[in-house]
């Protein structure tokens, strides 16, 4: 697989969850076992437009050549997701995780792999 067609499958998951988040909040933390008091949905609706922007960079970025902003970019996201993977591992070993908390654990740990084999192996 092409780093373009990996960010450009980033691109989208990034920008369905960020939708999500932004006009749907309460229904997603819900599959998760969750409930949102209004803080938390404003916090989950910012998480939201921060998602939705890096699903933009994704988009623009899988349709670049290659150059150094587009490693560094891959880099930046290796970190972040790398981050995001490990919180919601933690999330996952306490006594409030659901099943669907491993989903999100499973899918941050494709990416980051994803990411690293494009910026360091390849």
Do not use: H, N
């Not at 922007?53 to 891959?74: K, M, N, P």
């Amino acid at each position: 697989m092409a780093l373009g067609a990996f960010l450009m499958i980033k691109s989208l998951i990034s920008l369905a969850l960020g939708l999500t988040y932004l006009f749907a909040p309460a229904a997603l933390m819900a599959l998760f076992g969750l409930e949102l008091d209004p803080a938390g949905v404003v916090i989950a609706r910012m998480l939201g437009a921060v998602v939705l922007g890096i699903g933009l960079v994704c988009w623009f970025t899988s349709q670049a050549t290659e150059s150094r902003l587009t490693e560094d970019v891959v880099l930046s996201l290796f970190v972040a997701d790398t981050a995001a993977l490990v919180v919601a591992l933690l999330a996952q070993l306490t006594p409030t995780a659901t099943p669907m908390g491993w989903v999100a654990v499973a899918v941050l740990l494709l990416v980051p792999l994803g990411l690293g084999y494009f910026r360091f192996l390849r």
